[in-house]
């Protein structure tokens, strides 16, 4: 698959690395002056003048610049578009029309094309020519609303899930899309956004809405659809237990010494945990007190209750062992950095594994290498 990247920031940028991961030829298509806007204005730089971010996004692909508000740059453009397989924009709806890059014009060059886009909300819609950012999508896609603690002020999740997640929307769609050129020879335009893909993942919150008609509410580290699952206080900090069934909530009950839970009308049932959640806290913690996190954790592990610390990303990235085993983190050797570390792809093929194979590239690196052809 020879894919023709447009896009900037993380969105698109992430969704072309899964793929170029896989093994795909991405070709990163930059404006001359200073490339993705991810480059020069996110995050902290290194040796050189990309920044850090800009690197965790773009390895395995290539970087060519083309001015395409230029006729000749456009041009170029088009001349590669009648070789490649996938096109990948991330502009605001009406840009590519603008630029004589959409869908009509570039499908007319080579039918088998696939054109794929990435918008804050969609290319129709009252929102669709408002810009978009994970953090807005977010807030509008209910997100924020039930995250962070109860009666809290609102909280985005920690990681940008609304860029990630149209992401990998858009990967998959690629990857169908791709899947039925081959077969028809007639290439598709698809488009997903940040609103929707957030949106798209709300399925218990949506759930709990229709089921209850009252919309849901934060609950910090607690599950809306069982109890207890969340994070309760130890004696040194936190633990993450998922007693979400009536055999773990047993065994949990035995392992703690809390057998008087058990018979507890309050907490007899699922509906019951959920509704006395309060409480139920109140007497976990009080026992989960006596012991440190890690004592808890070998504990419950060895009951078979599902449990686990809250570790921090020093604990992570350094000290994990089972991240060491699975080989998530990789190295690069970057031209102007040295040694770059990366997060490895998470998926395991047995015959095609996604593999690391080129640093992420200078700003129109590869002009010669590409354009030259």
Same mark, same amino acid.
């Given at each position: 698959?020879?894919?023709?990247?447009?896009?900037?920031?993380?969105?698109?940028?992430?969704?072309?690395?899964?793929?170029?991961?896989?093994?795909?030829?991405?070709?990163?298509?930059?404006?001359?002056?200073?490339?993705?806007?991810?480059?020069?204005?996110?995050?902290?730089?290194?040796?050189?003048?990309?920044?850090?971010?800009?690197?965790?996004?773009?390895?395995?692909?290539?970087?060519?610049?083309?001015?395409?508000?230029?006729?000749?740059?456009?041009?170029?453009?088009?001349?590669?578009?009648?070789?490649?397989?996938?096109?990948?924009?991330?502009?605001?709806?009406?840009?590519?029309? %603008? &630029?004589?890059?959409?869908?009509? +014009?570039?499908?007319? @060059?080579?039918?088998? /094309? !696939?054109?794929?886009?990435? $918008?804050?909300?969609?290319?129709?819609?009252?929102?669709?020519?408002?810009?978009?950012?994970?953090?807005?999508?977010?807030?509008?896609?209910?997100?924020?609303?039930?995250?962070?603690?109860?009666?809290?002020?609102?909280v985005k999740s920690g990681l940008p899930v609304a860029d990630l997640?149209?992401?990998?929307?858009?990967?998959?769609?690629?990857?169908?899309?791709?899947?039925?050129?081959?077969?028809?020879?007639?290439?598709?335009?698809?488009?997903?956004?940040?609103?929707?893909?957030?949106?798209?993942?709300?399925?218990?919150?949506?759930?709990?809405?229709?089921?209850?008609?009252?919309?849901?509410?934060?609950?910090?580290?607690?599950?809306?659809?069982?109890?207890?699952?969340q994070a309760l206080a130890t004696q040194d900090g936190f633990i993450?237990?998922?007693?979400?069934?009536? %055999? &773990?909530?047993?065994?949990?009950? +035995?392992?703690?010494? @809390?057998?008087?839970? /058990? !018979?507890?009308?309050?907490? $007899?049932?699922?509906?019951?945990?959920?509704?006395?959640?309060?409480?139920?806290?109140?007497?976990?913690?009080?026992?989960?007190?006596?012991?440190?996190?890690?004592?808890?954790?070998?504990?419950?592990?060895?009951?078979?209750?599902?449990?686990?610390?809250?570790?921090?990303?020093?604990?992570?990235?350094?000290?994990?062992?089972?991240?060491?085993?699975?080989?998530?983190?990789?190295?690069?050797?970057?031209?102007?950095?040295?040694?770059?570390?990366?997060?490895?792809?998470?998926?395991?093929?047995?015959?095609?594994?996604?593999?690391?194979?080129?640093?992420?590239?200078?700003?129109?690196?590869?002009?010669?290498?590409?354009?030259?052809?």
């Amino acid at each position: 698959m020879t894919v023709l990247d447009l896009t900037q920031i993380m969105a698109g940028p992430f969704c072309t690395m899964v793929l170029a991961d896989l093994g795909a030829d991405v070709i990163k298509v930059e404006n001359p002056n200073d490339g993705d806007q991810t480059r020069r204005s996110w995050g902290t730089s290194g040796k050189g003048q990309d920044s850090r971010a800009f690197l965790s996004l773009n390895r395995n692909k290539r970087s060519i610049t083309l001015d395409l508000k230029t006729q000749e740059g456009v041009n170029s453009f088009h001349k590669l578009v009648r070789t490649a397989d996938v096109v990948i924009e991330n502009w605001r709806p009406g840009v590519a029309k %603008r &630029l004589g890059l959409d869908f009509e +014009t570039l499908i007319a @060059l080579n039918p088998r /094309l !696939v054109v794929a886009s990435i $918008s804050g909300f969609g290319q129709t819609g009252p929102y669709a020519n408002r810009p978009g950012y994970d953090l807005i999508a977010q807030a509008m896609a209910g997100v924020m609303s039930i995250t962070g603690e109860p009666g809290g002020r609102p909280v985005k999740s920690g990681l940008p899930v609304a860029d990630l997640g149209a992401g990998l929307f858009c990967a998959v769609g690629i990857l169908a899309a791709w899947n039925s050129s081959k077969e028809t020879g007639q290439g598709q335009y698809l488009e997903t956004s940040l609103f929707e893909s957030t949106l798209a993942f709300s399925v218990w919150e949506s759930t709990e809405f229709w089921a209850t008609g009252s919309a849901p509410v934060a609950l910090g580290s607690a599950n809306r659809m069982s109890a207890p699952y969340q994070a309760l206080a130890t004696q040194d900090g936190f633990i993450t237990i998922g007693a979400n069934n009536e %055999r &773990l909530w047993q065994r949990l009950c +035995t392992v703690a010494e @809390l057998d008087h839970l /058990l !018979v507890d009308p309050r907490f $007899s049932d699922n509906p019951g945990r959920m509704a006395n959640r309060t409480e139920l806290v109140a007497e976990l913690e009080a026992r989960f007190a006596e012991k440190t996190t890690a004592n808890w954790v070998d504990i419950l592990l060895a009951a078979g209750v599902p449990a686990g610390p809250i570790q921090n990303y020093q604990q992570v990235l350094e000290d994990d062992p089972h991240v060491k085993e699975r080989d998530m983190i990789k190295f690069v050797e970057h031209p102007v950095e040295g040694q770059v570390a990366v997060l490895n792809s998470p998926l395991r093929l047995s015959r095609t594994p996604p593999s690391i194979r080129r640093h992420p590239p200078l700003l129109g690196e590869h002009n010669e290498e590409v354009l030259g052809s």
